[in-house]
């Protein structure tokens, strides 16, 4: 089994109360790029727990205070998505019913084979990393047939997929709004997808840049010789939707006359094509997005105020990413899977740096932003990692000016950027990044240790 194909993500806890076993166990692991934590008894590694639960936990059965089995059972309980594998010097049938039992993935016998060890590792962090991308998916909602999604688990979002999960089969107008790239039309289709209206058409319109008789054409349609080059009948988008949803992007733009003659499609349900007189009723579901506070354009007389209120019957508004910060690296894994996909490629996993670098940013593009990030990334991207030298200048730049502001970082904070940078320069060759840092190569890889940095194996 090629365990580097699993994420470098992975936290694992290793418990035991024999120094060696620790150091051996922790080097033999080390090899497959996860982030190890050790401990000589079980309340140090569940204190630990509370603010960060591991991802698997490594214990020994007899272990002072508090033995392996009390331990594994206080992990299950507390932590069920969390494996835990269990060893011992003094192995029996019984002890090993017992810890099966109890929840572990696996029992093992002392001395422990690291290869043998490894590779049972790697099996249950399978196994881990399927739940977590079950969780993920449980947190998003299915939105339509090409499988996009609306990913997050913020309080912001989760109120967002509440109000969805509510209104989705109700018959009435629907008003979303947010920033440019905050994923409007994703929850368009959502709400259409996810109500009774699924199995019929879903109509997608931008009302930004075009003129009011184009609008009119392309909503409404037209009779053949209504104008000049009008050489059959045009069915619009308003009657392609019938039965269905029809979503209008850029509602706040709409030309004032236009907005008259949907304002009266709206109260009447039925159209008359440019050049004819016959009123075709329909039946369609009426769904718009601006990327403004259409009350500030009521106000400016820029927005009917009476289309205003016919459309925004429910209104959801949708925050901006910089306000749902916990989703950013759910939305990186999305966009990673996504890419690598479509490129062919064999990106499986993200720099701690990366993240850090794009934690910090405001996103003035949010999701469609990051997405664009990720995706460049991804494209040049030579490894399995994404590392920071991957990611744009303009974004490296920003995280080096966050330090050139009165919000003084730490010495620990600056002393940590400017290591990284410089390995970043390097490629991570630590032969010449102790160069450029006129230090030893021992002196570096103890100030990588130090600060905690995360470097790709050499």
């Not at 995706?375 to 744009?392: F, Q, S, Y």
């Amino acid at each position: 089994m090629d365990t580097n194909n699993l994420s470098p993500t992975f936290r694992v806890a290793i418990i035991d109360d024999e120094s060696i076993a620790l150091r051996e166990i922790g080097r033999g692991l080390a090899k497959d790029h996860y982030t190890i934590e050790t401990f000589g008894d079980g309340k140090s590694a569940l204190k630990k727990m509370l603010a960060d639960p591991f991802d698997l936990v490594l214990c020994d059965m007899k272990l002072p205070e508090m033995s392996g089995l009390e331990i594994l059972k206080e992990v299950k309980a507390r932590y069920p998505m969390t494996e835990v594998i269990v060893f011992t010097g003094y192995g029996s049938v019984n002890t090993a019913v017992e810890a099966i039992q109890a929840g572990a993935f696996h029992f093992m016998t002392k001395p422990v084979k690291i290869n043998e060890l490894r590779s049972i590792v790697a099996r249950a962090l399978e196994k881990v990393n399927l739940i977590r991308e079950k969780e993920i998916l449980k947190k998003s909602l299915f939105s339509h047939s090409r499988q996009q999604y609306i990913i997050g688990h913020s309080p912001a979002m989760e109120d967002v997929l509440s109000l969805v999960k509510k209104v989705c089969s109700l018959n009435c107008n629907i008003l979303i709004q947010g920033e440019s790239g905050t994923g409007k039309e994703l929850v368009a289709r959502a709400l259409h997808f996810l109500g009774s209206r699924r199995e019929l058409p879903f109509v997608a319109f931008s009302c930004g840049g075009f003129s009011e008789e184009l609008i009119a054409n392309e909503f409404f349609g037209h009779e053949k010789g209504a104008f000049t080059g009008a050489v059959d009948t045009k069915i619009g988008l308003l009657e392609s939707a019938n039965k269905g949803t029809i979503f209008l992007d850029e509602i706040g733009i709409m030309p004032l006359s236009m907005q008259v003659k949907l304002l009266r499609f709206i109260q009447e349900r039925t159209l008359t094509r440019v050049g004819g007189t016959k009123q075709i009723p329909l039946d369609v579901r009426l769904i718009a997005a601006g990327n403004e506070d259409l009350k500030k354009a009521v106000a400016k007389n820029q927005f009917r105020e009476d289309l205003y209120y016919r459309l925004n019957v429910v209104m959801i508004d949708l925050p901006p990413l910089r306000d749902r910060k916990e989703d950013i690296p759910l939305l990186i894994n999305h966009f990673l899977m996504k890419y690598s996909r479509q490129f062919g490629k064999s990106v499986s996993s993200v720099d701690p740096g990366v993240e850090d670098i794009l934690s910090q940013y405001p996103f003035p593009g949010n999701v469609r932003e990051l997405e664009n990030i990720i995706e460049r990334a991804v494209a040049l991207c030579e490894g399995k990692m994404i590392i920071v030298r991957d990611l744009p200048d303009d974004l490296l730049n920003l995280s080096i000016k966050r330090f050139e502001t009165n919000d003084w970082p730490s010495l620990q904070e600056y002393e940590k950027e400017y290591f990284r940078r410089v390995l970043v320069k390097t490629n991570y060759h630590r032969g010449d990044a102790a160069r450029i840092l006129g230090i030893p190569r021992t002196t570096l890889w103890r100030k990588i240790k130090r600060l905690s940095l995360d470097i790709p194996q050499e």
